[in-house]
């Protein structure tokens, strides 16, 4: 009879500081405290809402890995249901030992439950372990999500709109003035001819 050394459940306040170390890569990059307490806010809304789950994964009775689960849209504009599984993660020491594909049958188990079509997931663009996980799973890509901080969107844009100037130091409004004002010239010099 074989055992198995994984096993699920849904998430404690308990888990917060576990949860803070996992996710630590993609929460709010500030004191550890803070980021702990993030997550019991987190942890706290996720159990009174019946849309949302974070399961835990304990390999031999130690915290290995979570994933967030979240029944909703595909977008705020589609409104095919799709189930989230975001931010599945496995602790280092406990990679391939089937970690990641129980939080990922949980995702899918909890899908079929709901009667929902689609599983989506975003894995760090930088990750190619988790990349080529998701992959492997059936999970193709669908979007792009880019990322930014305001100021550098601002920057970006403000350059965008910078007035282009010709050679001379005119601006291209001016340019353009003087180029419709030597066309009207030559057209009222045409007619009187």
Known sequence: MTRTLVSLRAATTADA??????????????????????LDTVIARVEASEDER?????YDGEFAGAVHLQATTMSPLNHEPVLRALSPHVLPRFQR????????????????????????TAAVAGSRDANRFMARIALGPYAVLRIATTHAVRSRLSAHRRPVT??????????????RSMRRSRASAAQES
Not at 17 to 38: C, F, K, M, S, Y
Not at 97 to 120: C, P, Q, T, Y
Not at 166 to 179: E, F, M
């Open 54 to 58: 974070i399961v835990v994964a304990e």
């Open 166 to 179: 010709s050679s001379g130091g005119r601006q291209l409004t001016q340019v353009l003035a003087a180029r």
């Open 17 to 38: 500081p576990h949860l803070a170390e996992l996710w630590t890569d993609v929460i709010r990059r500030n004191g550890r405290e803070e980021q702990v307490a993030d």
């Open 97 to 120: 030992h089937g970690i990641g594909s129980a939080l990922m049958d949980a995702a899918v188990s909890w899908a079929e439950e709901l009667g929902i079509g689609h599983v989506a």
